[in-house]
C-alpha cells in the first residue's frame, strides 16, 4: 500500500507490525540507557557488572546491573534490525516475548540470591517479564494478522 506525498511522490507506508516492533525496540533502547543513569536508577553506585548482588534499582524497583542494562540495549537493537521487514518485526515481537516468557520462568525458579541469577532480577523484573512475554506475543499476533476483505 503506497500513498502520495505533498509533491505527487509514493510515500512508503508502515505495516502496523513494523511500526510495533519500532516501537517496543525504542522502549527497549530508552531503558536500556535509564539504567545507566543515576536518580533515574537508585543506588547508582552499588551497581555491579553482573550477579545478583547488583542493588542498582531501575525507577526504585527493577533490579539492573551494567549487563541487563546492555541487554536490554542489545535487544533493543535487534528489534530495530528486525523491523525492517514485516516478517522480521513479527519475529521480534513473538519471539522476544517467548523469550521473556523463559527469563520470568527462570526467574521463579532461580532463588535471587543463586548465583545462576547472573543477570540479575528481583520479584519485580520476574512479573515484568511476565507482562512483556505475554504482551510482545499478543502484539506480534495482533498487529500482523490479515484482514479479509
Avoid: C, K
Wanted: glycine residues 12%; proline residues 3%.
Amino acid at each position: 500500500m503506497a500513498t502520495h506525498s505533498a509533491a505527487g511522490a509514493p510515500a512508503a507506508v508502515r505495516s502496523p507490525v513494523r511500526t510495533t516492533a519500532l516501537t517496543v525496540s525504542v522502549v527497549f533502547l530508552l531503558v536500556g540507557l535509564a539504567g545507566f543513569i543515576p536518580g533515574i536508577t537508585t543506588n547508582y553506585g552499588e551497581m555491579t557488572f553482573a550477579g545478583h548482588h547488583s542493588d542498582a534499582l531501575l525507577l526504585g524497583v527493577f533490579q539492573v546491573s551494567v549487563l541487563h542494562n546492555i541487554v536490554h540495549l542489545l535487544f533493543g537493537v535487534a528489534g530495530l534490525a528486525l523491523a525492517r521487514t514485516a516478517s522480521g518485526a513479527r519475529a521480534f515481537l513473538i519471539g522476544g516475548g517467548a523469550v521473556y516468557l523463559v527469563l520470568w520462568l527462570y526467574g521463579l525458579v532461580v532463588g535471587q540470591n543463586s548465583s545462576a541469577n547472573f543477570v540479575p532480577m528481583n520479584n519485580a523484573d520476574d512479573w515484568l517479564h511476565l507482562i512483556l512475554g505475554l504482551g510482545m506475543i499478543a502484539l506480534g499476533f495482533l498487529t500482523s494478522r490479515r484482514v479479509a476483505r
